[in-house]
C-alpha cells in the first residue's frame, strides 16, 4: 500500500461534507457551535512508512493540530522522511523508552506541555473517517467522560476504502474501547495516571489502562460515529526477525498483567469490577490511580536505579534540594538530575537547556501536573536570563571558559548550594578538545569570593562537588 485511497472530492479542507452539519456533543444532527480546542496527534512508529504516511494523509480536522511521532529506531527511510518533515515534532530512538507504553507517555506528555487540550494517540497503520477526529474531540469535550476511542470498522467493511464514504450517523456508544485510535485530556492523567511502563514492548498495556479507569469510576467510551480502518499487526508483519521478541514480550506482559490483577482481561466493566484484584499487585493501597507525586518518584527511582554518569549522586542531590524551596540547573543531558530535582517538590525549577528531548520532556509535565512551577529555558549560545534560586546545579558544556561565565552570571543569585558535576573526569582537561576544565574557572571564582565555602567533593561517578554560601 504506497498510499491512502483517494477522499471524496466533495469533502471540505476540515473534513466536513458540505452539508453536514458539526454534530458537536454528539447529540440528534443539530448544528452546534463547538469550540476550537488544540489537538496533539500521537503517533508511535517502527518501519512501515508507506502506511505511516497514508495514515496521515487522512488527518481531517476543523481544530488546530500538532503531530507528535515516537520513531522508535524505524529504518532508514522513515528517519530520512521524519527528517524532511519539519512541521512534525518527532522523538527519535528515546533512550529508556520501554515500549509503547512508554512511548504514549511521551507524546502525550509533549502535547499537553505544549499547551493542546486533547490528544488523540493513534496507531501509524489506521486510516481515519474525515469526520472522525472531531467527533472524538466534540463527544469528549462534554466534559463527563476522560477516554474516547473511535470505532474499528475492518472486521465489518469490504475494504479500506469504504472507510472514507462509510455512514457514520450512529450515535451509538459503548464500552469496547479500541486503543489503537483514542483521545484524552489532562483530566485522565490527573485522576487515572499515565500507561503502565512496567509493560515492555506492546500488548496488554491498553487493558490495564481501561481497568484502572473503571476502577477509577470515570467513564470512556466507543464512538460509532467515529469510524477508522485499522489495517492491524502491520509492524509485527513488516519484520518477521522481530516477532520473536514480540511474542516473548507479549507472554511477559500477559504474566505480569495476570499478576497486577489477578487474571487475564475480562470482557465487561462488571467484571473487572468483580473479578480483578481489590488492589493491584495485592498491595494494601489504592495503587491503580497514579497520582502526580507517584509520578515524580517513579522517574526519580528509575534514574536512581539505572546506570548512568551520575546515578551514584542523585540521591545527595535529592538530599541537598530537599532543604531549600528554588533549585534550577544548566544543563540537562538525560534529565537524571532534574528528576531529582523536581521529585523534591520544589516551589519553583527552572531548567536552563537547549534541546528538547524525551527524557526532559516527561519530567517537565510531571512537575508542572504536581503544580511546580517549572520553566525550560532554551539557553542559545550566552548563558540567559540569571533568576535568583536556593541551589544551582551547574552540569552543562564542561570546558573553563563556559563555567567561569555560568558562574559570573548566575553565582550571585544564588542563595545558598552550588553544585558542579563532572569535577572528576573533566576537572582539568575540559570536555572540548584543547580547552582546560571546570577547576581553573571554579578556583579563580572562589578566590574572588570567600562567600562560598567548599562543604563536600565526591570523586565517583564523574565527581561531584558542592558549595554552600556563608550564613546560608
Known sequence: MAAAPALPAQQRADGAAPDEPDRGAGGNGMTTQIPLAKIGIVIPVRNCLDYTQAALETIRTRHPYQLYVIDDYSDEPMKSWLASRPDIITFTDPPGSTGLAWNWNLGISAALADGCTQVLVINNDILLHPQAIDRMAARLGRGDLVLVTGDDIAPRCNAPKDVFTWDPAEEREDHHLDFSCFMLGE?????????????????????????RLVRADEQALRLYCAPYFHHSMRTVNNNPKTQPLIQQRAGRNAEYFRTKWGRMPAGTREDMLSEYSAFPFGREADQDRDTQARRLEQLFWTAVDTPSDINDHLEMLYRLASSV??????????????????????????????????????????????????????????????????????DGLHDEERVALELDIHAPFVRRFLVLHDTESYGERGETPGHRGIWPAVSAYMRQHPEWTLQSHLPNNNGLTVFVRDGA
Open 187 to 211: 483530566q485522565a492523567i490527573r485522576r487515572v495516571g499515565w500507561f503502565d511502563e512496567g509493560f515492555l514492548g506492546a500488548y496488554f498495556e491498553d487493558n490495564d489502562y481501561y481497568a
Open 325 to 394: 524551596h528554588d533549585v534550577a540547573e544548566i544543563g540537562v543531558g538525560m534529565a537524571q538530575s532534574t528528576c531529582a530535582l523536581a521529585y523534591t517538590h520544589p516551589r519553583k525549577l527552572r531548567v536552563y537547556e537547549v534541546p528538547r528531548t524525551a527524557a526532559n520532556v516527561r519530567v517537565e509535565y510531571a512537575a508542572r501536573l504536581s503544580g511546580i512551577d517549572f520553566e525550560r529555558i532554551p539557553a542559545e549560545g550566552e548563558v540567559v536570563r540569571p533568576e535568583s534560586t536556593d541551589l544551582l546545579f551547574i
